[in-house]
């Protein structure tokens, strides 16, 4: 899940423990929005990408982001060896990260 968060007076972010912010996570900064494009979180603006995509295609890509992760919380609590294999895969996706920083 992507998590927003508005009327913030200091930078926030809620990567539920998670080492450093995940790309496409959204802040918001004394109003501003901002989104981690993979190194550093950039404000998004009126004239930026967002224009050029429809507000419906949006909320439609996030109640799908949204349900994705709800049903892999499930299978990682009804399955351990799941839950060891996501584990892994984020360790190994940050490695492989970092890297390449």
């Given at each position: 899940m992507i998590?927003?968060?508005t009327h913030i007076q200091i930078p926030y972010t809620n990567n539920g423990g998670r080492a450093g912010a995940?790309?496409?996570e959204v802040i918001a900064i004394n109003g501003?929005?901002?989104?981690?494009d993979g190194s550093a979180f950039?404000?998004?603006?009126a004239t930026s990408w967002v224009d050029s995509i429809e507000l419906g295609t949006v909320v439609e890509w996030?109640?799908?982001?949204?349900?994705?992760?709800l049903r892999e919380e499930e299978m990682?609590?009804?399955?351990?060896?799941?839950?060891?294999a996501k584990e892994?895969?984020?360790m190994i996706r940050r490695l492989v990260e970092n890297e390449l920083a």
């Open positions: 998590p927003v968060r995940v790309a496409g501003q929005l901002q989104v981690y950039v404000p998004v603006h996030a109640k799908q982001k949204m349900e994705h992760e990682a609590r009804q399955f351990p060896a799941f839950a060891k892994n895969y984020e």
